[in-house]
């Protein structure tokens, strides 16, 4: 079983990844582990401080990095654990990542915010991690999106494993186009090798689809 810990400000935002669909399944069947901590449990004062001014000046705030490294040690414990930090500054997502990372046995992530986290935090940090080229108000949705890709590449969570082989950027292709009922949609028909029960001629047709659709929207996959 794999075991996210999570660690957020806003532990409450979490309860829509973790209480809906397959996420939620994949808990009750103990393929995963979902743990939310509160950033703030881990800070001194009555204020509850994670945040303050950054050196040198500038807009906005810094979080804080003793909370961080508090919420860390307890968390890891005696336990070895990847820590993840989602940050726009990180390397960029991808299905080779998740992979990679539905490997582990224990994953801790740090939900970035503000300003970003003191650079100091870097040593407790594996790798950082990015959704795309844009900027949040925060890492908790980045971190629901790297907890969902990874999870339902978790054996035994998705009811037929072999979808996973054709979705999009397996072989660095996008997946072809899928049609159901009915084969004929105000005028607009279903392909007829679809419907010829041809499953070579249908793999074929799918393949090349897919090629059409990765050269057209994500031509960098191509190369």
Known sequence: MLTFNILTIFPNMFSALTDESIIKRAQEKKKVAIKVHDLRDYTKGK??????????????????????????KKIK??????????????????????KNLAKEKNLIILCGHYEGVDERVAALVDESISIG???????????????????????????????????????????YPQYTRPADFK???????????????????????????????RPDLLK
Do not use: C
């Not at 204020?47 to 860390?72: K, Y």
């Not at 607009?188 to 057209?216: C, F, Y």
């Open 77 to 98: 414990g005696r336990t070895k654990a990847k820590v993840i930090l989602t940050t726009p500054s990180g390397k960029p997502f991808s299905q080779k990542i998740a």
């Open 47 to 72: 204020h509850r401080s994670v945040d303050d001014r950054p050196f040198g000046g500038g807009p906005g705030m810094v979080m804080l990095p003793e909370p961080i490294f508090s919420a860390i």
């Open 133 to 175: 080229d844009y900027v949040l108000t925060g890492g908790e949705l980045p971190a629901m999106v790297v907890v969902d890709a990874i999870t339902r590449l978790i054996p035994g969570v998705l009811g037929k494993e072999a979808s996973l082989e054709s979705e999009s950027f397996e072989n660095n292709l996008l997946e």
């Open 187 to 217: 005028g607009m028909k279903v392909p007829a090798v679809l419907l010829s029960g041809n499953h070579k001629d249908i793999h074929a047709w799918r393949h090349q689809e897919s090629l059409k659709r990765t050269k057209k929207f």
